[in-house]
């Protein structure tokens, strides 16, 4: 029995030490693989999801100093623009939370759903069509309050193209024109033939 | 929790006998929660971190006159990407009013679109290999910043006919074919690649419908 308890401590402690844990995203994103092994920003970053249905999902963080509450100023100023309200424990709650993806008027209900399984029915996209651009105004707001961060693009191995590529210009439009295309890492190895 | 089990001396035939205390604890509750929370960070841990490549666009522009830049034609490799996993490639440019290039179709595998690239990248491939050998051989000790540049350098000086990369993707594209042929461009260590819109004719030539120099 000791034995067992040992080993056991020890992988408990290795666990916790090693332990990150994974982000719960609005929608699970099976990223295609590449050879970069270059390690895909974490802190102060916007990160946009492409589902495999081609639906946008938006996450970032308060920014390098949190303190500053990027998040709740960018949702005060997409209140402004949408004519909603929002009292400030609302605002507080939305800066802890990360992914999320809806039309502006759905947000204040998706705030005040306390059940996490209620809250995934939301999630039915950001709008980015041209006549309701509101992924370009969270872009455009975000980018205000925070003009450093990074960008990382987080797309489904089966989504469009073309759903991409529109947000890449979305971005490219708010004057972001480096992106990370968040992949997993697969080695490969090309070699000349003599 | 921790139960001391303890063990009543009997006493037999007048015999004293020191009271003994098993100094057995029950240990099982503690190994319980153990396992219980090594199951949980176990489940939890994300070990992979995420990986990203770098793309950097050219920056739009709406108030200047757009004007594509003049790039040398015999240099210029052109590859289509399309659905279902297909990808085409051509060389030089695709203009009405030419005669059109010839469309290549191929794959995404090995011998497919790298085997073109490698033999088009030859030089630079080559020079790139041989400095990464020396470094894993130890023949050259480069901080891992030092080898980036050096790489970087070569790229740009070894083959000055080395290929320029235009990428096209239609409509029918999934994100994984533009993942994938920006990851073969870093595989095969092209220097000069972009991602650039595709252009009627260009789709076109992928439906087979394109027409070429309108006779006068």
Not at chain 2, 172 to 199: F, Q
Request: aromatic share 8%; with cysteine.
């Amino acid at each position: 029995m000791t034995p067992m308890v040992d080993l056991f401590a020890l992988l408990l402690t290795f666990f916790m030490l090693t332990t990150s844990f994974r982000p719960t995203e609005a929608v699970v994103v099976d990223t295609p693989s590449s050879i970069s092994e270059k390690v895909s920003p974490e802190k102060d970053v916007i990160t946009i999801l492409v589902g495999k249905d081609d639906k946008v999902f938006l996450n970032f963080d308060n920014g390098k100093d949190t303190s500053k509450l990027i998040r709740k100023e960018v949702l005060k100023k997409i209140a402004e623009q949408f004519n909603l309200k929002f009292t400030d424990k609302e605002l507080k709650t939305f800066s802890t939370w990360a992914s999320f993806g809806m039309p502006a008027d759905k947000l204040k209900a998706w705030i005040n759903t306390a059940d996490s399984k209620d809250r995934e029915k939301f999630n039915v996209g950001i709008p980015t069509d041209s006549t309701d651009n509101q992924l370009n105004l969270w872009v455009r707001f975000i980018r205000l309050q925070n003009p450093n961060a990074d960008v990382a693009i987080k797309g489904d191995s089966d989504a469009d193209f073309k759903t991409v590529k529109h947000v890449m210009d979305i971005l490219q439009d708010n004057k972001v024109n480096k992106f990370n295309l968040t992949t997993n890492l697969m080695k490969d190895e090309a070699k000349l033939e003599e | 929790m921790a139960e001391i089990i303890q063990a009543e001396g009997k006493q037999k035939g007048g015999k004293k006998k020191a009271k003994k205390f098993s100094t057995h604890i029950d240990m099982t509750p503690m190994v319980d929660l153990m396992c219980l929370l090594i199951t949980f960070f176990m489940l939890t841990t994300a070990f992979s971190k995420p990986k990203a490549m770098e793309i950097t666009m050219p920056e739009k522009d709406d108030n200047t006159v757009k004007e594509a830049p003049k790039i040398a034609a015999d240099r210029t490799i052109n590859i289509l990407v399309s659905g279902n996993d297909k990808i085409y490639y051509y060389f030089g440019v695709a203009d009405p009013k030419l005669p059109l290039p010839q469309l290549v179709s191929t794959n995404y595998s090995k011998d497919g679109i790298r085997k073109m690239l490698l033999q088009r990248n030859k030089l630079v491939f080559k020079a790139v290999y041989e400095l990464k050998q020396k470094v894993t051989k130890g023949e050259e000790v480069l901080s891992d910043t030092a080898l980036t540049r050096r790489i970087k350098e070569l790229k740009k000086t070894v083959d000055p006919k080395a290929p320029i990369i235009l990428i096209k993707a239609d409509e029918k594209a999934k994100y994984k074919n533009l993942v994938d042929i920006i990851d073969e461009m870093a595989i095969c260590t092209v220097a000069n690649y972009a991602v650039v819109d595709i252009s009627d004719l260009e789709k076109q030539m992928i439906a087979g419908t394109a027409v070429s120099a309108p006779a006068k």
